[in-house]
């Protein structure tokens, strides 16, 4: 059953590596809590206490503007296949824009996709698991290319431009903190 432990032990930075879908989870004091799925080879742990994720370019930036407000995350993995457990990660999380000198140093953790919008580095202070025995096994067919296709097509002025209309300001109004050039 269920587990508290301080830091990610080796068998969950495994599992970790084979999942292919992971969600978080973040809020302010007020206003809408935000839960996001995430994909593709966007997730990497950088250490026992230590994780990061590419975000990619999307409908909204909540998860941004919610940590700028109030600063605690939760990361969810479940195993679609293979055994039941879910896991997750609680932490307090820094975000770098592709303009930030931390950008550009763990940017090479991803590949290349269009439409990078940040990283998000996040500091474990707990992990916990749980059965997961609700959860239904799920076959993977593979990656959606919907996202790449689209970004690669806007190009990087289409998407400075999305990131002005869609990007500045969260569903509640609060401002994301996304920096634009014009």
């Not at 109030?70 to 990361?75: D, P, Y």
């Not at 303009?99 to 500091?123: C, M, N, T, W």
């Not at 749980?130 to 239904?136: I, R």
């Not at 806007?154 to 969260?170: L, M, S």
Request: with cysteine; aromatic share 10%; glycine share 10%.
């Amino acid at each position: 059953m269920g587990k508290k432990m301080k830091e990610i032990p080796e068998h969950l930075r495994e599992f970790i590596g084979r999942q292919k879908i992971f969600f978080t989870a973040t809020a302010m004091e007020d206003g809408r809590v935000n839960v996001s799925p995430k994909g593709m080879d966007s997730f990497r742990v950088l250490g026992p206490n230590r994780v990061m994720w590419l975000n990619l370019t999307g409908s909204g930036n909540e998860t941004a503007a919610h940590l700028a407000h109030k600063n605690r995350i939760t990361i969810m993995f479940c195993a679609f296949e293979g055994a039941p457990m879910i896991l997750r990660l609680y932490g307090q999380a820094r975000v770098y824009h592709p303009g930030d000198k931390e950008f550009k140093e763990y940017i090479d953790h991803f590949p290349p996709i269009a439409g990078s919008r940040q990283l998000f580095d996040v500091q474990v202070d707990l992990v916990q698991t749980s059965c997961g025995f609700g959860v239904p096994l799920m076959d993977y067919k593979g990656d959606r290319e919907t996202l790449r296709t689209w970004a690669e097509e806007k190009g990087p002025d289409g998407i400075e431009q999305y990131w002005k209309e869609k990007n500045t300001v969260t569903i509640d109004g609060k401002p994301t903190g996304i920096p634009l050039k014009s």
